[in-house]
Protein backbone atom coordinates (compact mmCIF):
# COMPACT_ATOMS: atom_id res chain seq x y z
CA UNK A 1 0.00 0.00 0.00
CA UNK A 2 1.54 3.02 -1.01
CA UNK A 3 -0.53 5.46 1.19
CA UNK A 4 1.32 6.50 4.43
CA UNK A 5 -0.75 8.09 7.47
CA UNK A 6 1.49 9.28 10.63
CA UNK A 7 -0.83 12.62 11.60
CA UNK A 8 -4.36 11.35 11.95
CA UNK A 9 -6.85 13.54 9.71
CA UNK A 10 -9.23 15.42 12.41
CA UNK A 11 -12.51 16.98 11.43
CA UNK A 12 -11.63 20.37 12.99
CA UNK A 13 -8.21 20.58 11.24
CA UNK A 14 -7.88 23.72 9.25
CA UNK A 15 -6.65 22.68 5.94
CA UNK A 16 -5.02 24.73 2.77
CA UNK A 17 -4.64 22.98 -0.52
CA UNK A 18 -1.57 23.96 -2.72
CA UNK A 19 -2.02 22.47 -6.19
CA UNK A 20 0.73 22.55 -8.94
CA UNK A 21 -1.62 21.85 -11.86
CA UNK A 22 0.73 21.62 -14.82
CA UNK A 23 2.67 18.47 -12.39
CA UNK A 24 -0.57 17.22 -12.00
CA UNK A 25 -1.64 17.71 -15.06
CA UNK A 26 1.76 15.84 -17.12
CA UNK A 27 1.14 12.89 -14.88
CA UNK A 28 -2.59 12.43 -14.96
CA UNK A 29 -1.99 12.86 -18.84
CA UNK A 30 1.61 10.71 -19.15
CA UNK A 31 0.45 7.72 -16.51
CA UNK A 32 -3.26 7.25 -17.62
CA UNK A 33 -4.10 9.13 -21.26
CA UNK A 34 -6.17 10.91 -18.66
CA UNK A 35 -6.76 14.34 -17.05
CA UNK A 36 -7.59 14.82 -13.55
CA UNK A 37 -10.73 15.65 -12.08
CA UNK A 38 -10.26 18.71 -9.44
CA UNK A 39 -13.50 18.48 -8.23
CA UNK A 40 -12.83 15.18 -6.75
CA UNK A 41 -8.82 16.14 -6.15
CA UNK A 42 -10.20 18.61 -3.64
CA UNK A 43 -12.56 16.80 -1.95
CA UNK A 44 -9.79 14.27 -1.24
CA UNK A 45 -7.61 16.61 -0.08
CA UNK A 46 -9.80 18.42 2.16
CA UNK A 47 -11.52 14.92 3.59
CA UNK A 48 -14.46 16.55 5.39
CA UNK A 49 -11.36 19.44 7.01
CA UNK A 50 -11.88 22.73 6.94
CA UNK A 51 -11.10 24.12 4.14
CA UNK A 52 -9.66 27.40 4.58
CA UNK A 53 -7.93 28.06 1.06
CA UNK A 54 -7.37 26.15 -2.23
CA UNK A 55 -4.80 27.64 -4.61
CA UNK A 56 -4.32 26.69 -8.04
CA UNK A 57 -1.27 27.45 -9.64
CA UNK A 58 -1.43 27.55 -13.41
CA UNK A 59 0.62 28.71 -16.18
CA UNK A 60 -0.99 30.54 -19.20
CA UNK A 61 -0.65 29.52 -23.04
CA UNK A 62 -4.02 31.62 -24.06
CA UNK A 63 -6.22 28.91 -26.05
CA UNK A 64 -9.69 28.67 -25.83
CA UNK A 65 -9.68 25.02 -24.03
CA UNK A 66 -7.25 26.48 -21.11
CA UNK A 67 -9.88 29.03 -20.35
CA UNK A 68 -12.58 26.91 -19.80
CA UNK A 69 -10.34 24.56 -17.67
CA UNK A 70 -9.36 27.91 -15.59
CA UNK A 71 -13.04 28.78 -15.29
CA UNK A 72 -13.88 25.17 -14.00
CA UNK A 73 -11.42 25.26 -11.96
CA UNK A 74 -12.77 28.12 -10.17
CA UNK A 75 -15.94 27.05 -10.11
CA UNK A 76 -14.62 23.70 -8.40
CA UNK A 77 -13.63 25.86 -5.44
CA UNK A 78 -9.79 26.88 -6.29
CA UNK A 79 -8.39 30.37 -6.01
CA UNK A 80 -6.25 30.72 -9.58
CA UNK A 81 -2.65 31.84 -9.56
CA UNK A 82 -1.38 32.29 -13.44
CA UNK A 83 1.70 33.42 -14.79
CA UNK A 84 2.97 33.42 -18.59
CA UNK A 85 4.76 30.32 -19.93
CA UNK A 86 8.03 31.90 -20.46
CA UNK A 87 9.93 30.73 -23.54
CA UNK A 88 13.17 30.60 -23.90
CA UNK A 89 15.91 31.08 -27.12
CA UNK A 90 16.00 28.28 -28.35
CA UNK A 91 12.95 26.99 -27.42
CA UNK A 92 12.45 25.90 -23.63
CA UNK A 93 9.78 26.26 -21.98
CA UNK A 94 9.60 27.00 -18.18
CA UNK A 95 6.51 27.89 -16.20
CA UNK A 96 7.97 27.51 -12.54
CA UNK A 97 5.49 27.49 -9.26
CA UNK A 98 7.94 25.96 -6.51
CA UNK A 99 8.82 29.22 -4.87
CA UNK A 100 5.53 31.08 -4.96
CA UNK A 101 4.38 27.76 -3.63
CA UNK A 102 6.21 27.78 -1.05
CA UNK A 103 5.94 31.18 0.27
CA UNK A 104 1.90 30.88 0.15
CA UNK A 105 2.23 28.55 2.37
CA UNK A 106 4.37 29.11 4.45
CA UNK A 107 2.60 32.86 4.81
CA UNK A 108 -0.46 31.09 5.09
CA UNK A 109 0.99 28.19 7.34
CA UNK A 110 -0.07 30.43 10.47
CA UNK A 111 -3.87 30.06 9.85
CA UNK A 112 -3.13 26.41 9.08
CA UNK A 113 -3.08 22.93 10.81
CA UNK A 114 -2.96 21.26 7.62
CA UNK A 115 -1.03 21.62 4.51
CA UNK A 116 -1.96 19.31 1.56
CA UNK A 117 0.69 19.71 -1.30
CA UNK A 118 -0.41 18.40 -4.58
CA UNK A 119 2.29 17.57 -6.65
CA UNK A 120 4.80 14.51 -7.13
CA UNK A 121 7.79 17.68 -7.38
CA UNK A 122 10.66 16.19 -5.09
CA UNK A 123 11.94 20.42 -5.37
CA UNK A 124 9.03 20.73 -2.70
CA UNK A 125 10.86 18.03 0.06
CA UNK A 126 12.78 21.54 2.00
CA UNK A 127 9.03 23.35 2.24
CA UNK A 128 7.77 20.25 3.82
CA UNK A 129 10.76 19.84 6.15
CA UNK A 130 10.42 23.31 6.97
CA UNK A 131 6.51 23.77 7.50
CA UNK A 132 6.80 20.27 9.54
CA UNK A 133 9.87 21.28 11.81
CA UNK A 134 6.88 24.94 12.26
CA UNK A 135 4.32 22.22 13.75
CA UNK A 136 2.31 21.95 10.80
CA UNK A 137 1.11 18.84 9.68
CA UNK A 138 2.30 18.31 5.99
CA UNK A 139 0.02 16.01 3.03
CA UNK A 140 1.45 15.42 0.04
CA UNK A 141 -1.00 13.99 -2.72
CA UNK A 142 0.23 12.75 -6.31
CA UNK A 143 0.23 10.10 -8.42
CA UNK A 144 2.96 7.57 -6.60
CA UNK A 145 4.49 6.90 -9.82
CA UNK A 146 5.53 10.09 -10.60
CA UNK A 147 5.94 11.00 -7.38
CA UNK A 148 9.65 11.80 -5.76
CA UNK A 149 10.36 8.91 -3.31
CA UNK A 150 11.98 11.43 -0.71
CA UNK A 151 8.98 14.25 -0.87
CA UNK A 152 6.61 10.63 0.46
CA UNK A 153 9.23 10.18 3.18
CA UNK A 154 9.08 13.78 4.43
CA UNK A 155 5.59 14.12 4.38
CA UNK A 156 3.27 13.10 7.32
CA UNK A 157 0.79 12.08 5.32
CA UNK A 158 1.03 10.60 1.98
CA UNK A 159 -2.35 9.82 -0.24
CA UNK A 160 -1.58 7.85 -3.51
CA UNK A 161 -3.77 9.05 -6.09
CA UNK A 162 -2.72 6.01 -8.06
CA UNK A 163 -4.70 4.51 -5.86
CA UNK A 164 -7.97 6.35 -6.31
CA UNK A 165 -7.40 6.99 -9.90
CA UNK A 166 -11.06 5.58 -10.97
CA UNK A 167 -12.22 8.85 -8.92
CA UNK A 168 -9.77 11.67 -9.91
CA UNK A 169 -8.73 10.62 -13.38
CA UNK A 170 -11.29 11.71 -16.42
CA UNK A 171 -10.58 9.55 -18.95
CA UNK A 172 -10.70 11.52 -22.60
Known sequence: MSHKTTVPQRKNHRVGVFVDVSNMYHSA?????????????LK??????????????????????????????????????????????????KG????AVAVDAISLSKQLDVVVIVSGDGDYEPLVEYLKFSGVIVEV????RSTSSKLVDVANNFIDLDEVKDKVVLKK
Open 29 to 41: KNLYHGRVNFGEL
Open 44 to 93: LATASRQLVRAVAYVVKSDTEEEKAFFNALEKAGYELKSKDLQVFPGGMK
Open 96 to 99: DWDV
Open 141 to 144: MGFR
